[in-house]
């Protein structure tokens, strides 16, 4: 009987880059971690069969295959019927660590209002820290493209946020 060993490369960069990665998921599906995990797991996957033929540096090929893997299925989730979310009940009372998980919500939620490319450009430049040129390398943009969608999402966001406080009282 044979075991089966994945290739050892690889399995260190998933072993040392996957929580990483997760962590942009995370953002790209606007703070759906259900999602996330599935939407690393299909583009670890789908990596995996070509990693031998990616020249360079695997995480930033891995890092546009989510940001292109979650437009994807931005794209899907439109055309299904909504759901109806639950009213809230009541605002939750803020204290001690809550506030900043509470922080961190409204920030996945407000990413998540935004279009899909939008928000892979905001994720990139601030979450993942790079540059102007390789968030449009990952994306296969212009560096003017992001930066505009960066000017825009910035200040979309920052609306998108001031509203939530002023509906807070």
Not at 91 to 99: A, N, S, T, V
Not at 121 to 142: I, M, N, P, Q
Request: proline share 4%.
């Amino acid at each position: 009987m044979s075991t089966i060993r994945p290739d050892s490369e690889f399995a260190d960069f998933v072993a040392h880059r996957s929580t990483a990665l997760l962590r942009t998921a995370y953002l790209l599906c606007a703070g759906d971690r259900a999602a996330a995990e599935d939407l690393l797991q299909d583009v670890l996957e789908r990596v995996y069969g070509k990693h031998r033929r990616i020249r360079g540096d695997l995480e930033p090929y891995v890092r546009a295959a989510l940001a292109n893997a979650s437009a994807n299925r931005w794209r899907t989730r439109s055309r299904r019927v909504a759901e109806a979310p639950l009213e809230r009940a009541g605002e939750p009372g803020i204290g001690g660590h809550e506030g900043a998980v509470v922080d961190r919500d409204r920030v996945a939620r407000a990413l998540g209002a935004l279009p899909a490319r939008m928000r892979a450009v905001l994720v990139l430049r601030f979450f993942d820290d790079l540059s102007e040129a390789d968030t449009a390398a990952a994306l296969g943009v212009s560096p003017g493209t992001v930066k505009s969608q960066t000017a825009r999402g910035v200040a979309r966001l920052r609306e998108l946020l001031t509203e939530h406080d002023m509906t807070r009282g």
